[in-house]
């Protein structure tokens, strides 16, 4: 009798945190829906400039107050930093917008000189030629014609030769969007058969991807470049890709569906997983021509990556090094009751709450429309509500630009998968039937046989490399349970960070330091084993790491290298353990490959899931 009143009470509790949901999803439509009727229709536009972030920019407001309204192309030339932006067609027809950053910072912030975006029309623009000179800070007629500048012309010259005569190509591929039978091994069979017409000229190739409901600013909009890991990473060498997915404000295209149709938006994690991910890989392979390229992903493109590369051979052939920052494959659920009710109830009372197109779509309009100090603290409310997170380290005087560009539109259906892996507790595609509950051996309810299982993605049977970043307060992704079931063998480095949580990884206030210098050591060395012992990216003397600007040998890395020079088949090594061992590696990898394979043996008797 006690048992079935205690299940009726968690029922009515857990009824009633719905209800309270539904009931300030309502309060927020009449509100948005009052204050647009009334902006629309009294003439209060000028206090409405006045109070929101829509307010245009005038001539003389600060280079921080542009970047509130700055897009990724404007970010990254407003920066100093040349930039192309390309698009790439998915088989299911998705138009991917791209931002590449192709070389070091080449101009002075706030530039009197920005280098030319590539959506300007003017071709006749002469400061595009104007580089500065690091030396005595002016311009001059040489400093226009410098073999800088020259090279610069050279490469984008045949980047055009190239793309015109893979026109043809190009369309083919993206006509395929039409077919949706078309798998995304037969978009990569396509494309590995087509001549690659690109010439690689050794520069180590590196592709950022966002998280949950962001976009390629999120990684861009820090107020200082050296805090920012594509400029930290553009000043170190490489050559900088930022991807987006499909349905955010750079891919916000579909040959075939307008984004108020509900097909537009019917997709989940599985799409970005079949066919995002590895359009994306393809088209920086060949636009480059690099054999294969550098990967890192911030939470949900860790997920992508994890997901991706332990099921598509073909494209883990492309991805040399796999890093994963705040990594994410299941989610413990949130911290507030309410929401986890709501993450833990039927699919289809998710579609009925939100509809089946975007998710949250509003938060665009209070974006706009809030003074920028209480949009702060809206989202400062908002993570802690939902996951708990302080955002201590997160510096306060950069949170007006870091949520200015927090947001962008996802799907509600990839909403409702992430709720399916939180009830499974199983990262798993997404469960056409929408019961709620997928069948799972690991569930509280009594286990029974069942007629389907949901495929399943396993991180187990990843096939590249890989370098993992978590954070000690991040509680949302369950981090413990990822590592248990990584193999030993490609995982190259563990590193934790005790007071991060999630979106420090990317905003931290010292992540440059304890981070991105990290990532950039592992990448430098990757690149430099798989070259033979040689570094072919061209810095402009700007490395964090003063002592190892020019290059980054694997003895100076967590890594442990092989008789073949290709796969690092190491324990799991935490960056404290690899420091307090750096100097024996040192040795032993100078003395001879016997002594290394036995400092292998060594690290092998201690508990390789043992975190600092």
């Given at each position: 009798m006690g048992l079935i009143i205690v299940s009726i009470l968690r029922t009515i509790w857990r009824w009633s945190q719905l209800y309270l949901t539904l009931s300030i999803l309502i309060a927020e439509r009449i509100t948005r829906f009052f204050v647009t009727t009334i902006f629309g229709f009294v003439p209060f536009k000028y206090y409405f400039d006045n109070i929101s972030f829509s307010k245009p920019v005038s001539k003389d407001a600060t280079e921080a107050e542009k970047d509130l309204e700055r897009d990724a192309i404007e970010m990254i030339t407003a920066r100093g930093y040349p930039v192309e932006e390309h698009f790439v067609t998915t088989p299911d027809g998705f138009i991917l917008g791209l931002h590449r950053i192709t070389g070091p910072k080449q101009f002075n912030t706030p530039p009197d000189s920005p280098p030319t975006s590539p959506r300007s029309n003017n071709n006749n623009n002469n400061n595009s030629n104007r580089y500065n000179n690091n030396n005595n800070g002016t311009s001059s007629t040489t400093n226009r014609k410098s073999k800088l500048a020259q090279k610069l012309q050279q490469h984008i010259d045949i980047d055009q030769e190239i793309h015109n005569s893979n026109a043809n190509t190009t369309t083919t591929t993206s006509s395929s969007g039409n077919n949706n039978n078309m798998t995304s091994t037969d978009m990569m069979s396509s494309a590995s058969s087509t001549s690659n017409l690109s010439i690689y000229n050794g520069k180590p190739v590196v592709v950022i991807m966002h998280g949950f409901m962001q976009t390629s600013e999120a990684w861009l909009c820090r107020s200082d470049p050296k805090d920012s890991l594509p400029f930290i990473l553009a000043d170190a060498g490489f050559d900088v890709w930022l991807g987006n997915n499909r349905g955010n404000k750079y891919s916000f295209k579909h040959t075939n569906y307008t984004p108020n149709q509900e097909g537009f938006w019917n997709w989940s994690l599985d799409e970005l997983v079949r066919y995002d991910y590895p359009s994306i890989v393809n088209f920086i392979c060949e636009r480059t021509g690099a054999p294969s390229i550098s990967y890192i992903g911030f939470s949900q493109g860790t997920a992508q990556g994890w997901a991706a590369l332990s099921t598509n051979t073909v494209i883990s052939k492309k991805i040399n090094l796999f890093i994963a920052l705040a990594p994410v494959a299941t989610v413990k659920g949130f911290s507030n009751p309410m929401i986890d009710s709501l993450a833990r109830?039927?699919?289809d009372f998710i579609f009925l709450l939100f509809g089946k197109k975007s998710m949250l779509p509003s938060t665009i309009f209070w974006r706009n429309f809030l003074p920028k100090d209480v949009f702060v603290r809206v989202i400062d409310t908002s993570v802690r509500f939902l996951f708990g997170w302080t955002t201590e380290n997160i510096s306060q005087q950069e949170k007006k630009m870091l949520y200015s560009h927090i947001f962008s539109y996802t799907s509600v259906k990839s909403v409702v998968h992430w709720f399916q892996i939180i009830q499974t507790n199983r990262f798993q595609m997404f469960d056409d039937i929408l019961l709620g509950i997928t069948p799972n051996e690991n569930s509280k309810k009594p286990h029974r046989y069942h007629g389907r299982v949901i495929p399943g993605y396993h991180p187990a049977q990843i096939l590249t490399k890989c370098a993992l970043f978590y954070g000690?307060?991040?509680?949302?992704?369950?981090?413990?349970?990822?590592?248990?079931?990584?193999?030993?063998?490609r995982v190259v480095m563990?590193?934790?960070?005790?007071?991060?949580?999630?979106?420090?990884?990317m905003w931290g206030k010292d992540a440059a330091e304890k981070v991105f210098s990290k990532v950039v050591s592992l990448l430098k060395s990757n690149h430099f084993d798989l070259t033979n012992g040689t570094y072919n990216g061209n810095t402009n003397g700007n490395n964090l790491n003063n002592n190892n600007n020019n290059n980054c040998s694997t003895n100076s890395s967590p890594m442990v290298n092989t008789n073949n020079g290709?796969?690092?088949?190491s324990p799991m090594l935490t960056?404290?353990?690899?420091?307090?061992?750096?100097?024996?590696n040192n040795n032993n990898n100078n003395n001879n490959?016997?002594?290394n394979n036995n400092n292998n043996n060594n690290n092998n008797n201690s508990n390789p899931l043992k975190l600092n």
């Open positions: 109830s039927r699919p000690g307060n991040d509680n949302l992704p369950n981090t413990k349970a990822l590592l248990s079931h990584l193999p030993r063998d563990v590193h934790e960070e005790p007071s991060y949580e999630h979106l420090d990884f290709s796969y690092y088949n960056s404290q353990q690899n420091n307090n061992n750096n100097n024996n490959n016997n002594n």
